[in-house]
């Protein structure tokens, strides 16, 4: 059964028109991190969230921005997405300090 | 200098060999680590995770830690061609409470040729 269920799968935009990824989780982790991965490169933490307590990494473009409603659902919101914006988005969760568990991501392309 | 340095391949190897893959690390105050898997256009998942020095086996996979070197490796023995993604490490220091900011590696790929 899926754990970390990432929306969509494939999701295309225009260049400067918002998006909003979706993430939700059945596991009851109370951290949930956003990460962004281009191709051959290691996935990259956007932010994440610690119980509702939100954690940005200090070189996260302000383009990027995230909300946790509850415990189950993460959004990534692209407010003006640019070509260099086009990457997989990957969700991952954890309880504390444990094992990450990831969703299988959100392919994302800017045209 | 980056913290996690990974041979990115591309590894190429016949079904049934023996698969090296390793990660190097900077930063002497990681303590756990990890080896997730990653099929094309999927997530990642865990694979191995282990805790200090030493080795850890699981079915056809094992992981090795040499801190003193700061050294990782993960062996497939009896590599299948379902065995085929990129392997990525990752790591991270002890840490009580707050959340858990892995290091990455940039990933391996491995094809299995049957």
């Known amino acids: 059964d899926a754990m970390v269920i990432q929306n969509p799968r494939y999701q295309v935009t225009q260049f400067g028109k918002p998006v909003t990824l979706s993430c939700s989780q059945t596991?009851?982790?109370?951290?949930m991190y956003w990460y962004q991965q281009k191709s051959s490169q290691a996935p990259k933490l956007l932010f994440h969230?610690?119980?509702?307590?939100?954690?940005n990494e200090a070189d996260t473009p302000d383009n990027f921005q995230s909300r946790r409603p509850n415990t189950s659902f993460c959004f990534l919101d692209i407010r003006s997405p640019g070509l260099g914006d086009a990457a997989m988005y990957l969700c991952?969760?954890?309880?504390?300090?444990?094992?990450?568990?990831f969703g299988a991501g959100t392919r994302l392309s800017v045209l | 200098q980056k913290e996690v340095e990974q041979d990115p391949g591309p590894l190429s190897v016949p079904e049934g060999a023996i698969v090296s893959l390793n990660c190097t690390y900077s930063?002497?105050?990681?303590?756990?680590f990890m080896w997730y898997r990653q099929y094309s256009r999927k997530g990642p998942e865990l694979l191995m995770y282990?805790?200090?020095?030493g080795n850890k086996e699981d079915g056809r996979f094992t992981a090795q830690v040499d801190k003193s070197s700061k050294y990782i490796s993960l062996f497939i023995r009896d590599s299948q061609p379902s065995d085929s993604a990129t392997y990525l490490c990752?790591?991270?220091?002890?840490?009580?409470?707050?959340?858990?900011?892995?290091?990455f590696g940039t990933g391996t790929r491995l094809t299995v040729i049957p």
């Open positions: 930063n002497s105050a990681f303590q756990y």
């Open positions: 969230y610690y119980d509702k307590d939100f954690n």
């Open positions: 596991l009851n982790h109370n951290v």
């Open positions: 282990t805790y200090s020095s």
């Open positions: 991952a969760t954890s309880r504390d300090t444990n094992i990450q568990y």
């Open positions: 990752a790591m991270r220091g002890s840490r009580s409470g707050g959340a858990n900011n892995l290091f």
